[in-house]
């Protein structure tokens, strides 16, 4: 069963990864909190973890509107929790490739799109997906889309671990009304936006 609530613009699931074997569990546990702001949130259970930006007694959430097909592509990181795990150069455009298989995630830097990582993805369809680096395959550090404006715009990434966080869109600007939506999502999962580097706006 999938712990679900729904609002004005959407449904968020539960899930919680299971400490005891690979994978992750849909969670069958009721909804603790609920914020309508274009994609109603549902909470996902997660064990906390010591570290970042987030404070992980906070449930993180994904959403029902991800799918790997609707993520393909490129995306323009607008802002980002500043963290020593990927690079930090500037105009980054992520590139998800999720077919043919495996998957695969490349970031680019500046007007060149110069790699600057390249890696293979495992993608669980209801929204969580593990970079399979040394430094980001643990459960910790898999990249929780937490939320997907309507028309799949606009993304928020996040991570149980909260080290990281970020904010991406389809193209290099981002009207301000998404943005502060974006910010509000991060913030309902624990995230202390204080740490939030805006790049482009």
């Known amino acids: 069963m999938i712990g679900t609530s729904q609002g004005r613009g959407g449904i968020h699931r539960g899930l919680r990864s299971n400490g005891r074997r690979a994978g992750w569990e849909v969670w069958s546990g009721s ?106 395959d643990t459960s910790a550090r898999a990249f929780w889309v937490i939320w997907m404006d309507e028309d799949l715009r606009t993304a928020v990434i996040g991570t149980r671990g909260g080290e990281m966080g970020w904010v991406l869109n389809r193209t290099a600007d981002i009207p301000a009304d998404r943005l502060n939506a974006a910010k509000a999502l991060l913030e309902f999962n624990g995230y202390d936006n204080s740490g939030l580097e805006v790049l482009k706006q």
């Open 31 to 136: 909804a603790r909190r609920v914020l309508a702001l274009g994609a109603v949130a549902v909470a996902m259970a997660g064990c906390a973890v010591t570290g970042g930006y987030r404070d992980t007694d906070v449930p993180i959430t994904a959403t029902t509107r991800f799918t790997p097909a609707g993520f393909e592509g490129a995306w323009h990181v607008i802002a980002r929790f500043p963290n020593a795990v990927l690079p930090a150069c500037p105009d980054q455009v992520w590139r998800f490739a999720t077919t043919p298989a495996p998957a695969r995630f490349k970031v680019g830097c500046g007007a060149s799109g110069a790699p600057a990582l390249v890696a293979d993805l495992a993608i669980d369809p209801r929204g969580v997906m593990r970079v399979k680096t040394a430094d980001l």
